[in-house]
């Protein structure tokens, strides 16, 4: 009879034993399958970033291509505008007409604040305003002609 107890005691220590290993594998194995999934979910990733980079580099050859293409034409343009004419300077605004437009409006504004009668006060500021602006951009326009004719 004093085995009996002895052999139940040994048999749940036993079982526990083999139930506690299987255990111990079920950890390891989920342990690897993480590993394993973070891994796939790493190299995925990759994929992603290096057809990206490959579409960039595609996009970075074309727009090479198209600007060395718009280069060539564009030197064509100018060895055959070289041989029929001189380039022409731009012509735009000249300082006069762009201080008389906005001393005009400088002008007008300032006119308008400072007068009661707001409308009156605006055109007699704008007024002001571009003759002072144009008077004063057409001393800019003779300084800039001055250092021209020093200059050739």
């Given at each position: 009879?004093?085995?009996?107890?002895i052999?139940i005691v040994?048999a749940?220590?036993?079982?526990?034993?083999?139930?506690?290993?299987?255990?111990?594998?079920a950890?390891?194995?989920k342990?690897?399958?993480?590993?394993?999934d973070?891994?796939?979910?790493v190299?995925?990733?990759k994929?992603?970033?290096?057809s990206m980079n490959?579409?960039?580099a595609?996009r970075?050859?074309?727009?090479?291509a198209?600007e060395?293409?718009?280069?060539?034409?564009r030197s064509?343009?100018?060895?055959?505008s070289?041989?029929?004419?001189?380039?022409?300077?731009?012509?735009?605004w000249?300082?006069?007409?762009?201080?008389?437009?906005?001393?005009?409006?400088t002008?007008?504004?300032?006119?308008?604040?400072?007068?009661?009668?707001?409308?009156?006060?605006?055109?007699?500021?704008?007024?002001?305003?571009?003759?002072?602006?144009?008077?004063?951009g057409?001393?800019?326009?003779?300084?800039?002609?001055?250092?021209?004719r020093?200059?050739n």
């Amino acid at each position: 009879m004093n085995k009996l107890p002895i052999s139940i005691v040994s048999a749940a220590i036993f079982m526990a034993s083999c139930n506690s290993s299987a255990n111990k594998e079920a950890a390891l194995l989920k342990e690897k399958q993480v590993a394993i999934d973070s891994m796939k979910h790493v190299m995925e990733k990759k994929a992603i970033v290096d057809s990206m980079n490959t579409v960039m580099a595609n996009r970075e050859a074309e727009k090479k291509a198209e600007e060395t293409k718009v280069a060539e034409e564009r030197s064509e343009q100018a060895v055959a505008s070289s041989t029929t004419a001189p380039a022409a300077r731009k012509k735009g605004w000249n300082h006069t007409a762009k201080g008389a437009v906005v001393g005009a409006g400088t002008g007008a504004i300032t006119g308008a604040i400072v007068n009661k009668k707001r409308g009156e006060g605006a055109l007699i500021g704008s007024l002001i305003g571009a003759g002072v602006g144009a008077g004063t951009g057409a001393i800019v326009d003779n300084s800039q002609k001055k250092k021209r004719r020093n200059n050739n």
